[in-house]
């Protein structure tokens, strides 16, 4: 049928215009429910935001953004009872480490799932899986226990160490992330490695040289996942750090509220404020490569 033809059976046949109540049954109510969703996610930032602008401490601020006051912010930057650029560097250093190794890590599980055949192995994939339906809570007192002990023997990784937080968190992250890579790397076609093998090449030599640069999108996920997790934690890091001087960023806002008689809201929320914004950036950046490479290891298992 030309273009023609389609015109006059359109002319013909013109489409009614539907009423409000039919758009309202079929599509309305969907924007209705979208535009509640997205009042319920943004209400709490935004009175987050209007408190760290506010001139008092208190969060129980009357209307929102009653008050413009960046006194709270530059405080936080020049108050000597609060560190906040030490606590930001420790947190972004921290985060840094664990994302890189903990992504080469994985790599490395997740290759020798995906590409090796050797004893244990489908036990070893169902223990990942089983792990991961237990809560990381679980195993608090056991952390704490451990550390402990690695403080009588080993003080340069116990309690209150940047190296022993690092620890907790690259074994935290080893399953999770050996898990989501083995799904990706069951999407490169095994073809590939035999063909280097044909050539001569190594295990190590086809990882190194091959199959990272094919699997790069979900590696740039991981590491992006681990840095978010990582900077926003706050349990683990109160457990193992001690010093007002090694804290992260969690913990150390978290001080502003700890005490319940000089509760600062206000410089809590402002901190809260400058925390987040970096991570949100960097997440909206790099959305399209985050959801490109999760579906990517779903396609096979």
């Given at each position: 049928m030309t273009t023609a033809e389609v015109k006059a059976m359109a002319a013909l046949h013109p489409q009614k215009k539907k009423s409000f109540g039919r758009w309202f049954r079929e599509v309305g109510w969907r924007h209705l429910v979208a535009w509640v969703v997205i009042l319920y996610a943004i209400f709490p930032i935004l009175y987050i935001l209007s408190t760290s602008l506010s001139n008092d401490g208190s969060i129980q601020n009357g209307t929102l953004f009653g008050a413009f006051n960046l006194s709270n912010y530059a405080e936080l930057f020049t108050s000597k009872d609060y560190p906040f650029l030490t606590w930001a560097w420790n947190t972004v250093y921290i985060a840094s480490i664990v994302a890189v190794v903990s992504v080469f890590m994985s790599a490395l599980a997740a290759y020798a799932f995906s590409r090796l055949r050797f004893a244990g192995r489908r036990v070893g994939l169902l223990s990942l899986i089983l792990i991961q339906m237990f809560p990381s809570i679980l195993g608090l007192v056991a952390i704490f226990g451990m550390l402990s002990t690695l403080t009588d023997f080993l003080p340069a990784i116990g309690l209150g160490t940047h190296a022993g937080l690092i620890l907790v968190y690259l074994g935290g992250s080893l399953g999770a992330g050996t898990y989501l890579m083995y799904g990706f790397f069951n999407t490169v076609p095994i073809e590939i490695d035999e063909a280097a093998r044909m050539d001569g090449a190594s295990h190590?030599?086809?990882?190194?040289?091959?199959?990272?640069?094919?699997?790069?999108?979900?590696?740039?996920?991981?590491?992006?996942?681990?840095?978010?997790?990582?900077?926003?934690?706050?349990?683990?890091?109160?457990?193992?750090?001690?010093?007002?001087?090694?804290?992260?960023?969690?913990?150390?806002?978290?001080?502003?509220?700890?005490?319940?008689?000089?509760?600062?809201?206000?410089?809590?929320?402002?901190?809260?404020?400058?925390?987040?914004?970096?991570?949100?950036?960097?997440?909206?950046?790099l959305q399209k490569y985050i959801v490109s490479g999760l579906v990517g290891g779903a396609v096979k298992g």
């Open positions: 190590a030599q086809i990882f190194f040289t091959i199959i990272l640069r094919l699997v790069a999108p979900i590696l740039a996920v991981m590491a992006l996942l681990s840095f978010i997790g990582t900077t926003s934690d706050f349990v683990l890091a109160s457990i193992v750090l001690e010093k007002q001087e090694s804290l992260t960023l969690a913990v150390g806002l978290g001080g502003l509220i700890g005490n319940p008689f000089s509760k600062d809201w206000a410089m809590f929320s402002a901190g809260a404020v400058l925390a987040a914004t970096p991570i949100v950036i960097l997440f909206i950046a």
